[in-house]
T-cell receptor
Framework: GENVGLHLPTLSVQEGDNSIINCAYS??????FIWYKQESGKGPQFIID?????DKRQGQRVTVLLNKTVKHLSLQIAATQPGDSAVYFC?????????????FGQGTTLQVKP | DAEITQSPRHKITETGRQVTLACHQT?????MFWYRQDLGHGLRLIHY???????NKGEVSDGYSVSRSNTEDLPLTLESAASSQTSVYFC??????????????FGPGTRLTVL
């Protein structure tokens, strides 16, 4: 399953399928991006990050892709599990230096159907 | 293990009262942040600090204040609580190492209701 940016805030996928969550970021000068997962009643948890000098980074079952040309970030989750159900936020670093604030997207809700 | 904690986890107060939400981190991070999260608005930055005695206003700072007297704590104070401040509040921290990541680590949140 796949969503397109913030226009489809809920993504519903079948357990075992791959999920793709998309995010359009705003600042072409942003050099650092993060994906967070937020489960109901909890704070956002770090999933994976990527710097602008890379276009792909892989973690355990997750891959982040960065397309700087169109200012697009995506999170791919392989073999989606019920425990992946959550809201996913992308964030871009705002400002220069190592103390930059983060700008968060609105979030996409991922629903995994058993 | 190092962590970030918030207290209380739930708070109900009345309009006009002063409320302070606590945030404590044991990572020795220089940077600390306060956000509020409301449906339809995502995470909005209230105040942030880059170190002891440093505080800065975020995008929704009106009616809130912070102080940073040590590295571990950044309490958030609502001077005179308003119903519009009913929200879930998250504290976060990050390190400020040259060339290092800007990943922010979040606390569990405080759900505040202003009646």
């Amino acid at each position: 399953g796949e969503n397109v940016g913030l226009h489809l805030p809920t993504l519903s996928v079948q357990e075992g399928d791959n999920s793709i969550i998309n995010c359009a970021y705003s600042n072409s000068a942003s050099d650092y991006f993060i994906w967070y997962k937020q489960e109901s009643g909890k704070g956002p948890q770090f999933i994976i990050d990527i710097r602008s000098n890379m276009d792909k980074r892989q973690g355990q079952r997750v891959t982040v892709l960065l397309n700087k040309t169109v200012k697009h970030l995506s999170l791919q989750i392989a073999a989606t599990q019920p425990g992946d159900s959550a809201v996913y936020f992308c964030a871009e670093k705002a400002g220069s230096g190592n103390t930059g604030k983060l700008i968060f997207g609105q979030g996409t809700t991922l629903q995994v159907k058993p | 293990d190092a962590e970030i904690t918030q207290s209380p986890r739930h708070k109900i107060t009345e309009t006009g009262r002063q409320v302070t939400l606590a945030c404590h981190q044991t990572w020795n991070h220089n940077n600390m942040f306060w956000y509020r999260q409301d449906l339809g608005h995502g995470l909005r930055l209230i105040h942030y600090s880059y170190g002891v005695q440093d505080t800065n206003k975020g995008e929704v700072s009106d009616g809130y204040s912070v102080s940073r007297s040590n590295t571990e704590d950044l309490p958030l104070t609502l001077e005179s609580a308003a119903s519009s401040q009913t929200s879930v509040y998250f504290c976060a921290s990050s390190e400020s190492k040259a060339g290092g990541p800007d990943t922010q680590y979040f606390g569990p949140g405080t759900r505040l209701t202003v009646l």
